[in-house]
């Protein structure tokens, strides 16, 4: 079993840029596939970025593209979200979440382990 734990969230003006940091406890991230989701209230959490245990190639939601990079450091067992050019849309609780290996890697519910979550605001 995984414990995650987020950090670096907070209030940034539009165009800025955040870091956000998920620390693994318990297993080896890569033993999982990291991804990042966010939920804005009264919406769906929606798939942000994912960074695969196999060879750690990442896919993002079309929404960050260009925008967000994820990545991850084994030796610190830690997964980062770098944010930049945010949007007042990006504005959402950001969490991190792992699973042991999956097709579908977009999909919250396939996810097995979640962290508490991190809130950002953007504002315009």
């Known amino acids: 079993q995984v414990t995650l734990v987020e950090s670096g969230g907070g209030l940034v003006q539009a165009g800025g840029s955040l870091s956000l940091s998920c620390l693994a406890s318990?297993?080896?991230?890569?033993?999982?596939?990291m991804g990042w989701f966010r939920q804005a209230p009264g919406k769906e959490r929606e798939f942000v970025a994912v960074?695969?245990?196999?060879?750690?190639?990442?896919l993002y939601a079309d929404s960050v593209k260009g925008r967000f990079t994820i990545s991850s450091d084994i030796a610190k067992n830690t997964v980062y979200l770098q944010m930049n050019s945010l949007k007042p849309e990006d504005t959402a609780v950001y969490y991190c979440a792992a699973a042991p290996g999956l097709v579908v890697k977009t999909a919250y519910y396939n996810y097995n382990y979640w962290g508490q979550g991190t809130q950002v605001t953007v504002s315009s």
């Open positions: 960074i695969a245990r196999s060879g750690g190639s990442t």
């Open positions: 318990g297993r080896p991230v890569s033993n999982y596939d």
